[in-house]
């Protein structure tokens, strides 16, 4: 049987069971985008300003709202309206880590109510596989998918060997789990998407301990699906704009040489 990373992404969301992956792959397709922006700002104008700039470009808007000084319930009423405007999923990079009753009411109240907007989310499995399933009674009725921390791209990171592969039996077992934080496609068992953080068109690093790999290394030989990308669309001195463009380009055409080597 072939690779699930040997098959187009129209392919994959024809024959996936998980509806929010099915609308996700299905979204890429459509947009022949393989970009997710990481939109780590501080307002809830820079926010809705930079999702409004790069919204036709992305698949998923990758969102940190513990960051946002004013959030508020017009923020995410706006940013829903977005989504559906230019077409891409909201993904609320929480990285949930505490035992299952706890992030039962994280997810799904709060200030932030996760589990009401946010199409995607992530968590570490440090706790065990309660995290999952405490997550899951949340989100699963409300047709939600999970990400698991495989692995991060900062130095020196500890989920590594053993613990990645927990992550992974985790992850095959569990239907609300849709996929990973890492760098490769881990496992054939399930049709589990990867979604890459520090990814750069020029591999280098940042004085913080992030390290960035291109979108060759990362869609076209190491299997992964969607690339990550925050400072490098807007960061000091950049157009937004182009950098998005530029980086969808660079992803998609990564993804086309991917299928070519199959």
């Known amino acids: 049987m ?26 890429m397709e459509r947009k022949q985008s393989n970009l997710s922006l990481a939109a780590d700002v501080a307002t809830k104008a820079e926010l809705l300003a930079l ?54 009411l994280q997810y799904g109240g709060g200030v932030y109510r ?61 239907p609300f789990v849709i996929g990973f934080i890492g760098s490769r496609r881990f496992t054939e068992e399930r049709d589990l998407i990867t979604m890459t953080p520090g990814v750069g068109l020029h591999a280098a690093g940042d004085a913080l301990g992030q390290q960035y790999r291109t979108p060759e290394t990362i869609v076209a030989e190491n299997g992964s699906d969607i690339i990550i990308v925050g400072r490098g669309i807007y960061g000091p001195g950049k157009d937004p704009v182009a950098e998005a463009q530029r980086y969808r380009a660079a992803g998609w055409a990564a993804y086309e040489r991917r299928l070519q080597r199959s």
């Open 2 to 27: 072939a690779s699930f990373s040997q098959k187009t992404y129209a392919a994959r969301a024809k024959e996936h069971p998980h509806p929010l992956v099915r609308e996700l792959l299905s979204t």
């Open 51 to 104: 999702a409004d700039l790069v919204g036709p470009h992305i698949c998923v808007l990758k969102t940190h709202v513990d960051i946002i000084a004013d959030f508020d319930a017009d923020l995410v009423a706006q940013l829903q309206a977005l989504a559906a405007k230019h077409d891409f999923l909201i993904f609320e990079d929480r990285k949930f880590a505490d035992i299952g009753n706890t992030v039962k």
């Open 114 to 174: 996760i589990a009401d907007w946010a199409h995607i989310t992530n968590c570490h499995v440090i706790p065990g596989e309660g995290i999952i399933e405490g997550l899951a009674e949340v989100g699963a009725a409300k047709n939600r998918g999970l990400l698991l921390l495989a692995e991060m791209s900062s130095k020196g990171m500890l989920a590594t060997g053993a613990y990645t592969d927990r992550n992974v039996e985790m992850a095959v077992r569990n």
